[in-house]
């Protein structure tokens, strides 16, 4: 197996390598023309993130400065929304559902080490997948670690430290993020009824 092959299978690999060394010099290259670019230049930017990302639907925003270990490692569904200073450690694949918003400085962290020390210190390291569902709103500054999965229609706090999978159809939030209470009726009832004429127009 190549170093990427690796990689991407969750292997040990070493980060150092040619061909995934030449890959993260190209996406940089893009990536810092996209954070650099004049804001008001919509085509280039949308040409830009549409080449470093490795899939996406239509509908996609994000919000410069943006970072990524890899770009083509993470895919995304139709309606994207990232805001300022998001991370993408993309090892490892990250799968993003349709309607997700991200609040600023959101990190999705799929890189992880070795805990013995001596193999940490040889340089090999390795990464764990983040599958995010459809309808997902992650609060600004939480943290996404290696392997989790965050559920359909689910709220993350802001602020949080997701280490385990979250479910579906629930508010989540803290340090270790822990789930609150599961959406329900009622929440929808609330809003639909607070602003019924918008909703009348829909």
């Known amino acids: 197996m190549t ?6 299978s969750g292997e040990l690999y070493l980060a150092n390598d040619k061909e995934l060394s030449e890959i993260r010099k190209n996406m940089l290259s893009k990536l810092h023309t996209y954070n650099h670019a004049d804001y008001n230049d919509y085509k280039l930017r949308d040409k830009l993130i549409k080449e470093i990302l490795g899939g996406h639907k239509t509908n996609l925003k994000i919000t410069a400065p943006v970072f990524f270990d890899y770009g083509i490692n993470t895919y995304v569904g139709k309606n994207f929304y990232a805001n300022f200073n998001c991370i993408f450690l993309d090892v ?11 609040g600023p ?3 999705l962290y799929t890189a992880t080490h070795p805990i013995d020390s001596e193999v940490r210190s040889s340089g090999l390291e390795y990464g764990l997948p983040i599958t995010i569902g459809n309808n997902v709103w992650i609060g600004g500054d939480a943290t996404i670690n290696p392997g989790i999965t965050i559920g359909d229609n689910t709220i993350i ?5 997701v280490i385990k999978d979250i479910p579906s159809n629930c508010i989540a939030a803290g340090n270790p993020c822990k789930v609150i209470r ?4 009622s929440d929808k009832s609330y809003w639909q009824a607070k602003h019924k004429s918008y909703f009348d127009n829909l």
């Open 3 to 8: 170093e990427k092959e690796k990689m991407l």
């Open 92 to 102: 490892s694949t990250i799968t993003i559902g349709d309607n997700v918003m991200f």
């Open 105 to 107: 400085r959101v990190g």
């Open 157 to 161: 706090g802001s602020g949080s430290v």
């Open 182 to 185: 599961k959406i329900n009726d």
